[in-house]
């Protein structure tokens, strides 16, 4: 269907609760849409378009129309009610976006693939693990601690902090394996890889892998590195015939129901890439931002510390701790709220549907926006206020789907669960110790697949003198 700036779709079911009308968004070029806007300002364009426009709009990024969604009612529709007719967008002969990097793994793959592998990976991450974990996380918490010691009053930069943390925190609770020797190379090739796929998502007259360019031999060599290190680490479980009942055991040991086979070793590596890459990197930007809003909001950082000294009284938090610390949990969802690592929800119609009484074609995109819903002002009081409160004594939004920081319905985030332990577990740990105090002007959301601080965020690493009774 063509887009002009003033063409408008209205259809009204009569039974809906809401009535939605699609809005073309303004300043498309011929040929090109809105490529240049969006490649420029990803984030601001979403959400700008949103608060001027409204909760249904179309644009177009070069040849490719997409539709993005910006009420819980719709992100009910696509997500759950209808999730089977929309679906993730994944071809093996032509990937584009993250499939370019994890392949058809959990977060890329649909129909049986997608259904089995889930069955495969589900059981690591039971709640009933998570106790387990979460004492791994601490001491690897520890760990990243005792080499700060060194560094107490210096200016670091937080957000590549919690990358590495978390980054070791997946390695070894997954892979019962040190990823701290290859931590620069994992995250300078994870950075370079993920823009590339966003770049390929936003861009799609961007060149084909093929063509020599620079951007493309980048990104080949660190993708040979990426799946040296995978295959690496499944070659030496194989060989070395321990068992640790661990992310790699359960991949090695699945077998079909059917046929009786393994998983084959495109399908280990794209799962143990998915999980290694995917179970880092929204945390650690969750965390990220945490640290942010509780640095400009004095209030809640003195609430925060006084909860932690009193709960913890000086010693290591463990996964019993975490129920008597709600404020903690309250601000990391409250954090998740504001900049979910994930701001947009990415779909393809299977066949032509109807979603909120408004037809949508056969092969459409979809994106149900995330970052729009957890500010949208009919569901959220003081929707861009940073207000940790809101989520004690059972605090929930005005309707279920508009707070989906995990997703939701079949395809939630296979490890909801342990980012749920690991986020207040991290900040308890980290926060008993240390005042984090900003240290730069300007912060900006940057949108690169996943929310991360442009160009960093510059901290000071004040050590916390803990109050004289607060520890044993």
């Not at 620069?184 to 966003?198: C, E, G, N, P, T």
């Amino acid at each position: 269907m063509p887009l002009t700036q003033c063409d408008t779709v209205h259809t009204l079911m009569p039974d809906s609760p809401s009535s939605f009308t699609i809005v073309d968004v303004p300043g498309a070029v011929p040929l090109m849409g809105h490529i240049s806007t969006f490649r420029q300002r990803p984030l601001e364009s979403l959400s700008e378009w949103w608060r001027h426009h409204g909760d249904v709009l179309r644009f177009r990024l070069g040849p490719k129309t997409f539709y993005l969604l910006s009420h819980p009612d719709l992100a009910e529709e696509i997500l759950v009610k209808q999730s089977e007719r929309f679906v993730k967008v994944y071809n093996p002969e032509k990937p584009h976006g993250l499939a370019l990097v994890l392949g058809n793994g959990l977060v890329t793959s649909s129909g049986e693939v997608w259904k089995r592998h889930r069955r495969i990976i589900q059981p690591i991450f039971h709640r009933s693990r998570m106790a387990a974990m979460a004492d791994r996380m601490a001491q690897v918490g520890e760990q990243r601690l005792a080499a700060w010691k060194g560094r107490e009053g210096d200016t670091i930069d937080i957000a590549a902090e919690m990358m590495q943390l978390a980054l070791e925190v997946i390695s070894q609770t997954m892979f019962t394996t040190s990823m701290t020797q290859y931590t620069d190379r994992v995250s300078h090739a994870l950075q370079v890889s993920i823009k590339y796929a966003f770049d390929s998502f936003s861009n799609p007259l961007s060149p084909p892998l093929w063509v020599p360019t620079a951007r493309n031999r980048e990104f080949r060599s660190v993708m040979r590195f990426m799946d040296g290190l995978m295959y690496g680490l499944l070659a030496e479980r194989r060989q070395s015939g321990t068992h640790h009942d661990d992310l790699l055991d359960l991949l090695l040991q699945a077998r079909d129901e059917e046929t009786g086979e393994g998983l084959s070793d495109q399908e280990l590596r794209d799962e143990a890439l998915t999980i290694f890459a995917a179970g880092h990197e929204t945390t650690a930007n969750a965390l990220a931002w945490t640290w942010y809003l509780l640095a400009t909001h004095p209030g809640a950082e003195a609430r925060f510390h006084e909860e932690v000294d009193r709960v913890l009284q000086g010693r290591t938090p463990n996964a019993e701790d975490l129920d008597r610390l709600p404020y903690t949990r309250a601000i990391f969802e409250e954090s998740l709220r504001l900049y979910p690592p994930a701001p947009a929800v990415h779909r393809k119609a299977t066949t032509t549907t109807t979603v909120g009484g408004l037809s949508l074609p056969e092969g459409a995109f979809v994106l149900v926006g995330t970052y729009n819903l957890h500010r949208h002002p009919d569901f959220w009081t003081n929707p861009d206020q940073f207000f940790p409160e809101r989520w004690l004594d059972g605090g929930r939004p005005r309707s279920r789907y508009a707070y989906m920081p995990f997703g939701a319905g079949p395809r939630t985030c296979v490890g909801l669960h342990f980012a749920s332990v690991e986020g207040p577990l991290l900040l308890a740990l980290i926060g008993r110790r240390y005042d984090l105090q900003l240290a730069q002007e300007k912060v900006e959301p940057y949108l690169m697949v996943t929310l991360r601080p442009k160009g960093g965020l510059k901290m000071r690493l004040q050590p916390r003198r803990v109050p004289v009774g607060a520890v044993h």
